[in-house]
């Protein structure tokens, strides 16, 4: 099975930064996509950033320019940079990854359990 850990989630002001992390462990033959989503209280999930194997990145543009993510492949881990936080950022942040687990080419969609990111005016 594959794992994913958020951490570095916390509490901060307006305009202040934080770094989360999403280290994905367990059986993995390589990592197509891995990303953040966000969800606030009564609000749906939405796409905030993802990062493909290549390199290629796409943002919400919510975040553009403010938020920038990076991956460590040897590491297997994620990194979103939260710079120029504002109130509206607080939400519920969820590492995803799709992988493949074997060389047979099957992916396979996963999700950490989510780090609060408070953003206090």
């Known amino acids: 099975q594959v794992q994913l850990v958020e951490s570095g989630g916390g509490l901060v002001q307006a305009g202040g930064s934080l770094r989360l992390s999403c280290a994905a462990s367990?059986?993995?033959?390589?990592?197509?996509?891995m990303g953040w989503y966000r969800q606030a209280p009564g609000k749906q999930r939405e796409l905030v950033t993802t990062?493909?194997?290549?390199?290629?990145?796409n943002y919400a543009d919510s975040v553009k320019g403010r938020f920038t993510i990076s991956r460590d492949s040897a590491k297997n881990t994620v990194y979103l940079q939260m710079n120029s936080l504002k109130p509206e950022d607080t939400a519920v942040y969820y590492c995803?990854?799709?992988?493949?687990?074997?060389?047979?080419?099957?992916?396979?969609?996963?999700w950490g359990q989510g780090t609060q990111v408070t953003v206090s005016s």
């Open positions: 990062i493909s194997t290549g390199g290629g990145t």
């Open positions: 995803h990854a799709v992988v493949q687990k074997t060389a047979a080419g099957l992916r396979y969609s996963y």
């Open positions: 367990g059986s993995i033959f390589s990592i197509d996509f």
